[in-house]
């Protein structure tokens, strides 16, 4: 019988090389995230295996998976435990090696197996580890499987059946990449900045963008897993301004960056202007309508009010249904509305058929903005920005706030908020007009300028972020207003960055 994990285990002793230890909070939303070593080891990870194959034969899924892994030093190793756990559950285990997050997806269609498991952190620092899980392609864990999966782990609740089996999937980064490159070429050379922030995406984004005929100028494509430049995560602003520079450096028509495992894209203009991504997602919106009219959009309540108000999409008859933030939660809402594509403000972008398979991947959009200004040969990636009504809005901004208690704080925040419309107090000079809870809350005021806060599905963090279509002082009037209410709970720490 494997012993039940326990929460913390003391380094370099015989118990920590003896026994799991899984802490519970990395059971996130809808995918899992540990800081290796100090909150799981490699036991753990095992037991996490076990747990998974457990739970896919509890929902009678086929016991066969893809695993990959990103390129970080233990993340191979990390995979290895993890495999030996579906084994050990009698699942039979494709391992396509050295992977982005949507190969992994991809690979569940291309080689015809139910579920995945991405051994990766995404764009969280090193240090980190985590896996992206999914059963029932193309969506990944929600909360139901998380929770059921956490249940199973934590309590050693595992059906060990023996019989599983491993097969290395070989040449599969070749699939994939014909897989996205068998289509037209663009018309023209539209020269490009790739950046990689030394991540996975070094090792297939230059290549596939250089084979649909980009003009591509690599930017940190050099695989290492020190990340010894930035993070790989383009909500960073650190990586966005390596790459405004590299663009004005070279003169490039738009700079794409990607980050840790693949499956987001970030925007830098030919201007060297940084473009949100929620931004960018209204102008392949305003680009997808006008081939596909009265089509249906969804975006997360982190992204700017444009979707709704934008007349160009309002003229071409979109819809648009705001959601929960978070990968599973949009790509789930993507399927049940049939809708064309789903943008998420992280980057995270879901296009459907028949752009995509419904998964995230940062390829497939950077394919679709460059698509976007084959299509518009007249103007700039600046005059796409220009075009849109302007809004004044922030970076993600996020807070430190421990696992344990960010929720409770979240809620403290939203009844704050609630108090305060009901007694018709004002949030930065403004009445309040909206509370939207439905992910956390998104304070609107009566000139439409809006506040979110809400808790990190994946770090011990909070998320806020800012929208006017006023003033750039109202955007600055309503953080302060917004962080005044976050600092009434002392468990609130610092930002990792702020306007």
């Known amino acids: 019988m494997f012993p039940k994990p326990l929460a913390s285990l003391q380094p370099n002793t015989y118990e920590y090389e003896s026994l799991p230890m899984v802490k519970a909070t990395g059971f996130r939303e809808y995918d899992a995230r540990w800081l290796f070593e100090k909150e799981i080891n490699l036991m753990g990870m095992q037991a996490l295996g ?24 233990y993340s191979s190793t990390i995979k290895n435990a993890v495999m030996n756990g579906l084994m050990a559950a009698g699942i039979k285990v494709h391992d396509i090696g050295l992977a982005l997050s949507p190969m992994a997806y991809f690979a569940q269609f291309a080689l015809d197996v139910p579920a995945v498991a991405m051994i990766t952190a995404s764009h969280n620092d090193n240090g980190w580890t985590g896996v992206k899980m999914g059963i029932d392609r193309p969506l990944t864990f929600g909360p139901d499987e998380m929770g059921r999966l956490k249940e199973i782990v934590l309590n050693a609740e595992f059906n060990l059946k023996g019989g599983g089996s491993y097969t290395f999937v070989e040449g599969f980064p070749d699939l994939y990449i014909k897989d996205l490159t068998n289509r037209a070429k663009l018309k ?39 990340f ?39 925007v830098v203009d030919n201007e060297g202007e940084e473009i949100f991504a929620d931004k960018v997602g209204v102008m392949l919106a305003r680009d997808i309508s006008a081939l596909h009219p009265n089509s249906q959009f969804v975006v997360d309540v982190k992204s700017t009010g444009l979707f709704n108000t934008d007349p160009v999409l309002l003229a071409n008859g979109a819809k648009t249904d705001y959601y929960k933030t978070g990968h599973s939660y949009i790509k789930r809402r993507v399927t049940e509305l049939n809708a064309i594509v789903g943008f998420e403000k992280s980057g995270h972008y879901f296009f459907n058929a028949p752009i995509g398979r419904g998964y995230d991947d940062g390829l497939v959009s950077a394919l679709a903005i460059l698509d976007m200004l084959d299509r518009n040969p007249d103007k700039t990636m600046a005059d796409l920005r220009r075009d849109l009504p302007q809004t004044f809005g922030s970076p993600t901004m996020s807070p430190h706030c421990e696992d344990e208690v960010k929720y409770e704080v ?6 704050k908020f609630k108090d305060m419309q009901a007694k018709g107090e004002t949030v930065g000079g403004q009445k309040i007009v909206d509370l939207i809870t439905v992910n956390g809350v998104r304070v609107v005021t009566e000139d439409g300028t809006w506040g979110l806060v809400r808790a990190s599905s994946n770090k011990p963090e909070l998320v806020v972020v800012i929208e006017s279509p006023v003033a750039k002082d109202r955007l600055h009037e309503m953080f302060k207003a917004v962080d005044g209410v976050l600092r009434q709970n002392p468990e609130v720490g610092e930002y990792n960055q702020t306007l």
Do not use: Q, W
């Open 50 to 73: 076990m747990g998974i194959g457990t739970l896919m034969h509890e929902r009678d899924i086929r016991p066969e998976i893809v695993v990959g892994h990103d390129f970080r030093s």
């Open 188 to 226: 023209r050379p539209i020269k490009i900045v790739a950046a990689c922030g030394n991540g996975t995406a070094g090792a297939f984004a230059p290549k596939v963008l250089e084979m649909i005929g980009a003009e591509v100028i690599p930017l940190d494509a050099e695989l290492d897993h020190t």
């Open 228 to 266: 010894p430049n930035y993070n790989p995560n383009p909500e960073d602003m650190k990586m966005l301004h390596a790459l405004r520079d590299k663009v004005l450096e070279t003169g490039a028509e738009v700079g794409l960056g990607f980050d840790g495992d693949g499956d987001r894209c970030g």
């Open 410 to 415: 979240v809620d403290r925040v939203v009844a």
